[in-house]
Every structure is written in C-alpha cells, then in structure tokens.
C-alpha cells in the first residue's frame, strides 16, 4: 500500500512538470527558447542582464467528456479493430506574461531568475 501511494505521488509530480513549469535557472535561454519558441520580446536592462518574454496562451477543458473522433481498422493478419478517443472542448482563457532574465555567458545567456509574476503561466 505504502510503495503504491509513493508511485502515484511521483506520477502526480512528473505531470506537473510541464515547460512553463521549469524555471530554466542555470540552464542556456536556447534550453528555454526550444521548449518555448522565440521569444516575443527580448530587453537589455540597465544592470547588464537581458529580459526574454514569452506570452503564453492558457487553455481550460470545459464541458462534460464525450467522443472527439473514432477510427476503425482493417487488416488482413490481425482483423478488424476500433478506437475511440474520449475529450472534453478546450478552451481559451486568455494569456500569460512568462519572462526569464539571463546574464551574458559568452556566446549565450545563462538564465539567473524568473519574473514571479509569470510563474502563474503555469
């Protein structure tokens, strides 16, 4: 009982972490860039760090969960076989301000920290 419930905690854990969920502190901005795409907006501030923004659209599932689509095959080895996907609509709820500021490591910027505020894009 007790290994089950550390599996499902480590389970509920790994699926939080999603891009947004990774604040990229110490890693490249290429590292962030690739998760996130180009950034919409880069700034060079006063005190020689550099700000990468990213705007973020966040989406909710709504309604109640029915059939989105259903595919049948054939084949002639394994027979007929059917499958269905299961879904709820999505929809969007408006967007996100992620922003992560790096200071310049020779070729790169290295990420030193992450706005607060966009830790919310998550």
């Known amino acids: 009982m007790r290994v089950t419930a550390i599996i499902m905690l480590t389970l509920a854990l790994a699926a939080c972490n999603g891009p947004q969920s990774r604040d990229y502190v110490g890693e490249p901005i290429e590292r962030a860039a690739r998760d996130l ?22 989406f909710a599932q709504v309604g109640p969960t029915r059939i989105q689509n259903t595919t049948l095959t054939a084949s002639t080895s394994s027979g007929v076989g059917v499958g269905v996907n299961l879904g709820r609509d999505t929809v969007s709820t408006g967007t996100c301000t992620y922003t992560l500021f790096g200071r310049r490591a020779g070729d790169t910027f290295v990420v030193e920290s992450v706005d607060e505020a966009g830790r919310s894009c998550v």
């Open 37 to 58: 795409g180009r950034p919409e907006t880069i700034r060079d501030l006063p005190d020689g760090t550099r700000s990468f923004s990213w705007e973020i659209e966040q």
